[in-house]
């Protein structure tokens, strides 16, 4: 029905940059609050920052000031832009957006398939 596809993962050196896409597709009306989470081994997941449809976003300690998430939604995508990172922020980042198929209907959170960052030391 709806599929969110994550890109721009990678290797990077500590200190260096990556930034992660995720675009959605399918059956949307629209897409209200999309976000970043992360999981690395052997840990759960995590949320890493938030947009809602109006802008605001939250961010989790870790990654405040180094990440930014933005939005485009003409084209269904949400960015993440990190930079200065760290070994600890190497894990599989997954990008999830709360989408509405039918106006006025519930929305639904929907799951990309993730993309893999890789910070080295």
């Known amino acids: 029905q709806v599929q969110l596809v994550e890109s721009g993962g990678g290797l990077v050196q500590a200190g260096g940059s990556l930034r992660l896409s995720c675009v959605a597709s399918?059956?949307?009306?629209?897409?209200?609050?999309m976000g970043w989470y992360r999981q690395a081994p052997g840990k759960s997941r995590e949320l890493v920052a938030l947009?809602?449809?109006?802008?605001?976003?939250n961010y989790a300690d870790s990654v405040k000031g180094r990440f930014t998430i933005s939005r485009d939604n003409a084209k269904n995508t949400v960015y993440l832009q990190m930079n200065s990172l760290q070994p600890e922020d190497t894990a599989v980042y997954y990008c999830?957006?709360?989408?509405?198929?039918?106006?006025?209907?519930?929305?639904?959170?929907?799951w990309g398939q993730g993309t893999q960052v890789t910070v080295s030391s």
């Open positions: 399918g059956s949307i009306f629209s897409i209200n609050a």
């Open positions: 947009i809602t449809s109006g802008g605001s976003t």
């Open positions: 999830n957006a709360d989408v509405s198929v039918i106006a006025s209907f519930p929305s639904y959170r929907y």
